[in-house]
């Protein structure tokens, strides 16, 4: 993983993305231990405090849990709360911004829904 220091994401943001990506990829699955703060810390050479924030982020969204004395781990339903919220914030925040172009460029809806089946086509073909 490589942190970029010059991204407006804060690196506690960065690394639980990273730490996401790694359970929708399945590298992390459910109830595998997950890096420690300080295996993160020594890993990307940033603050353990840091590390920490970003791992209690995600058990703050019940993406991770504690097992005391143990570490963290995967959740059983971590990729599904990652895919439901990237769903809403990542595709409405698009989805959002499209619906307003094209009412700048006064795209019927029926254009719209068109457009959107006709791309969707070409990403089935790929």
């Not at 993406?63 to 143990?70: I, N």
């Not at 709360?81 to 990237?86: E, V």
Request: proline letters at 2%; a negative charge.
């Amino acid at each position: 993983m490589i942190l970029n220091s010059n991204s407006s994401k804060p690196i506690y943001v960065q690394i639980a993305e990273w730490i996401e990506t790694e359970i929708l990829s399945d590298a992390l699955q459910a109830d595998q231990k997950v890096y420690s703060q300080y295996q993160l810390s020594d890993m990307l050479n940033i603050n353990p405090a840091t590390a920490g924030k970003g791992l209690s982020l995600l058990v703050d969204e019940e993406v991770l849990y504690k097992k005391r004395g143990l570490g963290m781990f995967v959740s059983e339903k971590a990729k599904n709360i990652i895919l439901m919220r990237r769903k809403n914030e990542t595709l409405g925040e698009l989805i959002g911004n499209l619906v307003k172009e094209a009412a700048y460029l006064n795209v019927s809806e029926d254009e719209l829904i068109r457009l959107i089946r006709e791309e969707m086509g070409r990403g089935n073909e790929e």
